[in-house]
């Protein structure tokens, strides 16, 4: 089955630590993108990138940063200088192509720092 | 201008009332709007969508009706059922040289009480 795969499902971070978080799908999309979400703020865009070794800052970059060496992948490591990383991490893909959309999510990664 | 409001932020309503989430947004530019549906530790679900040439798109018990001249569109679900409480979002897409990316609002916690 096609789908959008996050690991891990939960994840611990000391302060001052730098962490992953991973991305991959398998739908042969161009499009990914990474998305923040706290309560009551909705989804807010982090980093977004339409083709490979390409990709442009969302809303709330600072303290991220991604790489896109695949098609198939795009990892998020959140920084020691995101200031409040505690949050629920969503990934998403997309065609890209204008007029072609169809966002599919994967089902999250929940980052907790203690 | 990338702003999407969504009101309210919660709503209660009793089964087999109607459910109404309102939206708007100021970027004309804007070219798909999605809503999602989400549950607690889910990623979001595509739940219907529409182009902004269209006023009325309808599956189901769900409609999204359209303003273009207003921007603001809305999302209306018929015979509420406790299995629709969830927390929905809307969003909208926009596309420019970098690719395209959703813009999601905060987000509406539905309570269908039984």
């Known amino acids: 089955d096609g789908g959008i795969t996050q690991s891990p499902k939960y994840l611990f971070r000391k302060e001052g630590q730098n962490v992953t978080l991973s991305c991959e799908q398998n739908?042969?999309?161009?499009?990914m993108y990474w998305y923040r979400q706290d309560p009551g703020q909705g989804l807010r865009l982090i980093y977004y990138?339409?083709?490979?070794?390409?990709?442009q800052k969302g809303d709330i970059a600072e303290g991220y940063s991604v790489s896109r060496e695949k098609k198939e992948s795009f990892p998020l490591t959140v920084t020691s200088a995101q200031k409040n990383p505690t949050a629920f991490y969503l990934c998403a893909s997309s065609p890209g192509r204008r007029g072609s959309y169809g966002y599919t999510f994967g089902s999250g990664t929940r980052l907790t720092v203690v | 201008q990338q702003q999407v409001k969504q009101s309210p932020q919660s709503l209660i309503v009793q089964k087999g009332g109607i459910s109404i989430i309102n939206c708007a947004y100021e970027?004309?530019?804007?070219?798909?709007f999605p809503w999602y549906q989400q549950f607690p530790g889910k990623g979001p679900a595509l739940l219907i969508a529409i182009r902004p040439d269209v006023s009325e798109k309808k599956e189901g018990r769900f409609t999204i009706s359209f303003n273009k001249s207003a921007k603001q569109f809305s999302l209306h679900i018929m015979d509420s059922q406790p299995g629709d409480s969830a927390t929905y979002f809307c969003?909208?897409?926009?596309?420019?040289?970098?690719?395209?990316?959703?813009?999601f609002g905060k987000g509406t916690t539905l309570s269908v009480s039984s």
């Open positions: 970027n004309t530019a804007f070219d798909y």
């Open positions: 969003a909208a897409s926009f596309f420019n040289q970098a690719g395209t990316a959703l813009i």
């Open positions: 739908l042969n999309h161009d499009a």
């Open positions: 990138s339409q083709i490979v070794n390409d990709f």
